[in-house]
């Protein structure tokens, strides 16, 4: 039976899978005729509480580009960059 962790590791999937979208170029968009429609991924929150809020964003994100995908959009999504640190830089 496999077992499951009980904690996050990282390691064991996000070179795995970020290798995959580089490969199949996910984060890559050429401009051409179609019309352009972009999203821009906040990154995952260190807090636990707001980082299913940002996850519930990123599954709408990723509703909303497959569906301008199928509409012909040149649909590109990447990943963004931490906007605020809050969590990090707050002193208790």
Not at 7 to 29: I, V
Request: hydrophobic share 35%; net charge negative; glycine share 4%.
């Amino acid at each position: 039976m496999l077992e499951i962790a009980t904690k996050y590791n990282p390691q064991t999937t996000e070179d795995k899978w970020y290798s995959y979208w580089l490969q199949h170029k996910y984060f890559h968009s050429e401009p051409d005729t179609r019309t352009p429609y972009t999203i821009v991924i906040p990154p995952p929150n260190v807090t636990g509480v707001l980082h299913m809020g940002h996850m519930l964003n990123n599954t709408i994100q990723d509703v909303l580009v497959r569906r301008a995908r199928m509409l012909g959009f040149n649909a590109c999504w990447v990943p963004g960059t931490d906007h605020a640190s809050i969590a990090t830089e707050a002193n208790s």
